[in-house]
């Protein structure tokens, strides 16, 4: 397998709200090229951006199991020709016979690494989803990183430890949050006075001192920006709040260390006076 660079060029793709697995599709192809040509070595979209994210102000096609097993093969070609990683969130059908959301990870061979479902649900997606059960690390090259998706970054920070306790130097953060109908446009990124989705990005790269790169939808009204969060805790690019774009930036993967996630002591949250 291709041996990825350090610094290493990582891409987040925002494309246009999605609503069918054609039409995700065109849009998955439009920016693989687009972070392939920008010298990205890994290109990441957000959650369950084919066929779309089911249950918000918009209608989504049926399931298709088919058809998303045909655009799992598309994407595998597309990262094959382009010679770049792919990390493509889908809708896919549970073992249980419900649908996982769930990530893809498509190395630069055309290879399926491994996907990584969504274990933690909101609440709201109870009646939509299936969550799963099990978690990984990946690995490309000289990449270690983790997946955690959209409300597991959010409300489980022990989502994101997980994967830099066990090395990872980034961790990927698909997400769906806004709306392309509705809303307030955003003008600040990480404002004191704004959502605390952006801030809640910081934290988790701070508290693990790793990178962190959370990749939303480009919706008219977002509620979190796209954006990369340095071991530091600081953004160090960011899409902005309105309309699709693609966001190429080069990070040191040396600089996370993982030193604050491989302190946590599990051990030493025993309850007083309980069995060892």
Not at 144 to 171: D, K, M, N, S
Not at 186 to 215: H, T
Request: hydrophobic share 45%.
């Amino acid at each position: 397998m291709t041996t990825l660079a350090n610094p290493f060029t990582l891409a987040l793709a925002a494309p246009p709200l999605a609503r069918s697995i054609a039409e995700g599709m065109r849009h998955v192809a439009d920016y693989v090229a687009q972070a392939a040509t920008a010298g990205a070595a890994l290109v990441c979209f957000p959650e369950a951006y084919v066929p779309g994210m089911r249950g918000l102000d918009f209608d989504v096609e049926a399931h298709d199991a088919a058809g998303l097993a045909a655009a799992l093969e598309q994407t595998r070609a597309l990262a094959r020709q382009h010679r770049i990683a792919v990390v493509l969130p889908m809708e896919w059908p549970s073992k249980a016979g419900g649908l996982h959301i769930l990530a893809w990870v498509i190395g630069p061979d055309g290879e399926v690494v491994g996907a990584q479902t969504k274990n933690q649900l909101d609440p709201d997606e109870d009646a939509t989803y299936t969550p799963g059960d099990t978690r990984q690390v990946f690995e490309l090259g000289g990449l270690r990183f983790g997946i955690v998706i959209c409300h597991e970054g959010w409300r489980y920070p022990e989502t994101v430890r997980w994967a830099a306790a066990r090395g990872a130097q980034l961790v990927l953060h698909p997400h769906f949050g806004g709306s392309d109908f509705a809303g307030e446009v955003l003008r600040e990124w990480g404002a004191p006075d704004g959502p605390i989705y952006e801030k809640a990005m910081q934290c988790r790269a701070a508290e693990n001192s790793i990178w962190f790169a959370s990749v939303n939808v480009g919706l008219r009204y977002s509620v979190s920006g796209s954006a990369v969060i340095s071991p530091e805790g600081r953004c160090v690019a960011h899409l902005g709040h309105e309309g699709p774009g693609l966001l190429v930036t080069t990070i040191d993967l040396a600089a996370a260390s993982g030193r604050l996630a491989r302190r946590y002591a599990p051990q030493r949250y025993r309850e007083a006076g309980g069995a060892a």
